[in-house]
């Protein structure tokens, strides 16, 4: 009897400590009656509790300790300002609604390695947010653990004698276009403004990618943190030659960047219209036939000034999805080639925007995609050869669509044409992680906008993107786009260089903390 009251007394102990931090639902959990320790108390609930308060008190040792030796602007606490700033900053809601025991918002280099000893040293549970601007729950957001968030490394330098921009972290690609534009030079960064540097590391597309490679093939230096809180300086010459290939589209489990030193590309100035290009709005109607002009366009286009991103989509209207097909072309000249663009400019559209424009304008075409309160969820997948599959794909999608119309804002099936030419150059310029077959493919990807507020996603709609996932899995030599795939995706086994990765893993992670502490991409 008296275990039992000591046991009772514990028990509601912990419930105190672990109630205003856990969901309600799983604390009352255990309340459930019928268990081997009697009445009113539920064994497995309240080990899972007992867990949570364990790791929960370890988090906050480590960051009063970090504090202390930091100092209590660069380790703030919930309701502090930069911890506000912070949990405002993801653009997919799910990631704001998390609660870090604190967040660190370094100032220098040293502040990220210190951090990252004393997660190393005490097993601590993080997250890293630059943008912030992923749709993977928890990849830059961690619940009462240890958030580094790069919101004052912002700084962006040019070397005009080497033709080098060095970037820090916190940069978007808006930033970096504004900070760059009066040299005529841009960084293949995103093809959104508000996208942040995360972008390079899990390989990047942008509007020069074409001709030019994925944005990571840009990057010819980076300095890193590694997991126990060392760093170092990693190119394609030195010792770490292999790290360096590894970050460079393998996401974010190989250490942490802290600055990107890259080559960009001479574009012009924003009063240079050395482009032509916007965008085309279509009806229903027309959306198999742009699919159908999209594959041959990757097939036999071989002009790499050419650009195009398709946005078939829907947005929800009294429970109905209205179609919101958009696809924004671009060439590097002064018109759209009917060579080149010509299939799909005779296809019946509503609406057209294309006139000459500057590179930098051409990336505002969509938006800077700041806008933030919804929760997102991306998908991915690819697609080879002839349009069957993609079609296929794209009528699963409409049925998604309809059924999930009453449950979210909107939902996209997103196109990138990859030429052979872009996949060719990659390699020129000595490979990245991808290391796709030699040959042209189609990434696509789903991204589902949920409604303003939502914090949880409905059953129902989880139950079809795993549906849409498992009928359209990506093509053998065409790999999973990392920014824009969901988190239970394996893209690593899409890449050529699968079995590179996992060594080079094993070698910089021997002990798999990355993997263990954190939330990423799975398969390493």
Same mark, same amino acid.
């Given at each position: 009897m008296l275990i039992s009251i000591r046991l009772g007394a514990f028990f509601i102990w912990v419930l105190a400590t672990v109630w205003v931090v856990v969901d309600k639902p799983f604390v009352l959990n255990a309340l459930a009656i019928n268990t081997q320790w009697g009445p009113g108390i539920n064994q497995d609930a309240l080990l899972n509790i007992t867990t949570l308060t364990s790791e929960i008190a370890k988090s906050t040792r480590s960051c009063t300790n970090l504090r202390e030796e930091l100092g209590s602007d660069i380790v703030q606490l919930y309701g502090e300002e930069e911890y506000v700033e912070a949990m405002r900053n993801p653009a997919s809601f799910f990631n704001s609604i998390q609660r870090p025991a604190c967040v660190v918002v370094p100032r220098v280099d040293v502040h990220v390695q210190r951090t990252m000893a004393t997660i190393y040293r005490d097993r601590v549970r993080y997250a890293v947010m630059s943008g912030g601007h992923t749709g993977m729950t928890g990849w830059n957001s961690v619940q009462d653990?240890?958030? &580094?968030?790069?919101?004052?490394?912002?700084?962006?330098?040019?070397?005009?004698?080497?033709?080098?921009?060095? +970037?820090?972290?916190?940069?978007?690609?808006?930033?970096?276009?504004?900070?760059?534009?009066?040299y005529g030079v841009?960084?293949?960064?995103?093809?959104?403004?508000? +996208?942040?540097?995360?972008?390079?590391? %899990?390989?990047?597309?942008?509007?020069?990618?074409?001709?030019? =490679?994925?944005?990571?093939?840009?990057?010819?230096?980076?300095?890193?943190?590694?997991?126990?809180?060392?760093?170092?300086?990693?190119?394609?010459?030195?010792? !770490?030659?292999?790290?360096?290939?590894?970050?460079?589209? %393998?996401?974010?489990?190989? =250490? &942490?960047?802290?600055?990107?030193?890259?080559?960009?590309?001479?574009?012009?100035?924003?009063?240079?219209?050395?482009?032509?290009?916007?965008?085309?709005? !279509?009806?229903?109607?027309? #959306?198999? #036939?742009?699919?159908?002009?999209?594959?041959?366009?990757?097939?036999?286009?071989?002009?790499?000034?050419?650009?195009?991103?398709? &946005?078939? *989509?829907?947005?929800?209207?009294?429970?109905?999805?209205?179609?919101?097909?958009?696809?924004?072309?671009? !060439?590097?000249?002064?018109?759209?080639?009917?060579?080149?663009?010509?299939?799909?400019?005779?296809?019946?559209?509503?609406?057209?925007?294309?006139?000459?424009?500057?590179?930098?304008?051409?990336?505002?075409?969509?938006?800077?995609?700041?806008?933030?309160?919804? *929760?997102?969820?991306?998908?991915?997948?690819?697609?080879?050869?002839?349009?069957?599959?993609?079609?296929?794909?794209?009528?699963?999608?409409?049925?998604? #669509?309809?059924?999930?119309?009453?449950?979210?804002?909107?939902?996209?099936?997103?196109?990138?044409?990859?030429?052979l030419h872009q996949i060719e150059t990659a390699r020129k310029k000595g490979g990245n992680a991808l290391q796709p077959a030699l040959r042209p493919y189609l990434s696509a990807h789903w991204n589902t906008v949920f409604l303003e507020g939502q914090e949880q996603i409905p059953a129902k709609v989880e139950l079809g993107l795993k549906w849409l996932m498992r009928r359209n899995p990506p093509c053998s030599g065409a790999p999973l786009d990392m920014n824009e795939s969901d988190a239970t995706q394996n893209v690593y086994a899409t890449y050529g260089d699968y079995e590179f990765l996992k060594h080079v893993y094993q070698k910089y992670d021997p002990t798999r903390f990355n993997v263990r502490y954190s939330q990423g991409p799975i398969g390493l």
């Amino acid at each position: 009897m008296l275990i039992s009251i000591r046991l009772g007394a514990f028990f509601i102990w912990v419930l105190a400590t672990v109630w205003v931090v856990v969901d309600k639902p799983f604390v009352l959990n255990a309340l459930a009656i019928n268990t081997q320790w009697g009445p009113g108390i539920n064994q497995d609930a309240l080990l899972n509790i007992t867990t949570l308060t364990s790791e929960i008190a370890k988090s906050t040792r480590s960051c009063t300790n970090l504090r202390e030796e930091l100092g209590s602007d660069i380790v703030q606490l919930y309701g502090e300002e930069e911890y506000v700033e912070a949990m405002r900053n993801p653009a997919s809601f799910f990631n704001s609604i998390q609660r870090p025991a604190c967040v660190v918002v370094p100032r220098v280099d040293v502040h990220v390695q210190r951090t990252m000893a004393t997660i190393y040293r005490d097993r601590v549970r993080y997250a890293v947010m630059s943008g912030g601007h992923t749709g993977m729950t928890g990849w830059n957001s961690v619940q009462d653990g240890i958030l &580094i968030f790069f919101g004052k490394m912002k700084s962006i330098t040019y070397d005009e004698s080497r033709n080098r921009a060095t +970037i820090q972290p916190g940069v978007r690609w808006g930033e970096a276009l504004s900070q760059l534009e009066p040299y005529g030079v841009a960084p293949m960064g995103g093809r959104l403004g508000d +996208i942040g540097t995360g972008l390079l590391l %899990g390989g990047g597309v942008s509007y020069l990618a074409p001709e030019n =490679g994925w944005s990571t093939d840009g990057v010819t230096e980076m300095d890193v943190v590694l997991v126990d809180g060392r760093q170092v300086t990693v190119n394609a010459s030195n010792q !770490y030659s292999d790290l360096f290939r590894a970050l460079k589209g %393998g996401g974010s489990r190989f =250490g &942490i960047v802290t600055r990107f030193e890259v080559e960009p590309i001479r574009v012009g100035r924003r009063s240079d219209k050395n482009w032509y290009g916007g965008v085309i709005l !279509y009806p229903e109607s027309s #959306a198999e #036939a742009l699919i159908r002009a999209v594959h041959k366009f990757v097939q036999t286009n071989t002009d790499p000034k050419a650009a195009a991103l398709f &946005i078939l *989509g829907y947005v929800m209207q009294n429970g109905k999805p209205v179609a919101s097909h958009t696809v924004a072309y671009f !060439y590097k000249g002064s018109s759209l080639p009917r060579d080149v663009f010509g299939d799909f400019l005779d296809i019946p559209h509503d609406f057209e925007s294309l006139a000459p424009m500057s590179y930098i304008e051409a990336t505002d075409v969509f938006g800077a995609g700041d806008d933030r309160g919804f *929760g997102h969820r991306f998908s991915g997948t690819s697609f080879v050869g002839e349009p069957e599959k993609c079609l296929k794909a794209f009528r699963d999608f409409q049925r998604f #669509a309809t059924e999930s119309a009453h449950v979210v804002n909107s939902t996209v099936f997103g196109l990138t044409p990859i030429p052979l030419h872009q996949i060719e150059t990659a390699r020129k310029k000595g490979g990245n992680a991808l290391q796709p077959a030699l040959r042209p493919y189609l990434s696509a990807h789903w991204n589902t906008v949920f409604l303003e507020g939502q914090e949880q996603i409905p059953a129902k709609v989880e139950l079809g993107l795993k549906w849409l996932m498992r009928r359209n899995p990506p093509c053998s030599g065409a790999p999973l786009d990392m920014n824009e795939s969901d988190a239970t995706q394996n893209v690593y086994a899409t890449y050529g260089d699968y079995e590179f990765l996992k060594h080079v893993y094993q070698k910089y992670d021997p002990t798999r903390f990355n993997v263990r502490y954190s939330q990423g991409p799975i398969g390493l």
